[in-house]
């Protein structure tokens, strides 16, 4: 199965300062990425969430709240016809040395022990350094959701939406 590997915050929905995020309740879907993760899947994409959360061991938000924003998070998606595969996020912070923080491959390798998917015609959209640097160890093309990073095997993208635009998905 071919996978469209998400970055959550700041690609799919708005991203906030680490201390901004013990008040926000509620999921604010980024321009384009609700047509474009339907775009993805009427394609044959198959969409995995691939987002660090060290906010919970932070102690920024609890396991509770971050489980509470996740369940909207996927009604919305689910009323937009939008089936999400699995969700992998990483709770910890630098001083916990686990192999799942992004850019750690410990959550893609998850999602490969479980299921089959083929790498070499999966993609990886996210914003930050960390998920460029993910997506490059696992040699998966990647695009660049709105971000200011520059590096010369990347393709930079407004949205996911802009995202099916440069793939050409009709």
Not at 21 to 28: L, V, Y
Not at 93 to 101: F, L, M
């Amino acid at each position: 199965m071919k996978v469209a590997f998400l970055d959550r915050d700041g690609t799919i929905i708005k991203d906030y300062p680490d201390e901004k995020w013990s008040s926000i309740k509620h999921p604010e879907f980024l321009e384009g990425s609700i047509d474009g993760m339907q775009k993805l899947i009427a394609n044959g994409y198959h969409i995995i969430i691939i987002t660090n959360q060290y906010l919970i061991n932070d102690g920024i938000i609890t396991l509770d709240q971050y489980q509470q924003f996740t369940q909207e998070f996927l009604s919305i998606c689910q009323n937009n016809n939008i089936n999400i595969l699995e969700i992998y996020f990483c709770p910890h912070n630098e001083q916990d040395h686990c192999n799942c923080k992004k850019p750690k491959p410990g959550m893609i390798n998850q999602a490969l022990a479980k299921y089959n998917i083929d790498l070499n015609n999966s993609i990886y959209c996210g914003d930050s350094e960390a998920d460029y640097l993910l997506a490059k160890h696992f040699n998966l093309p990647f695009y660049a959701i709105s971000s200011s990073l520059d590096y010369p095997d990347i393709i930079k993208c407004d949205s996911i939406l802009d995202v099916c635009h440069y793939l050409e998905l009709t």
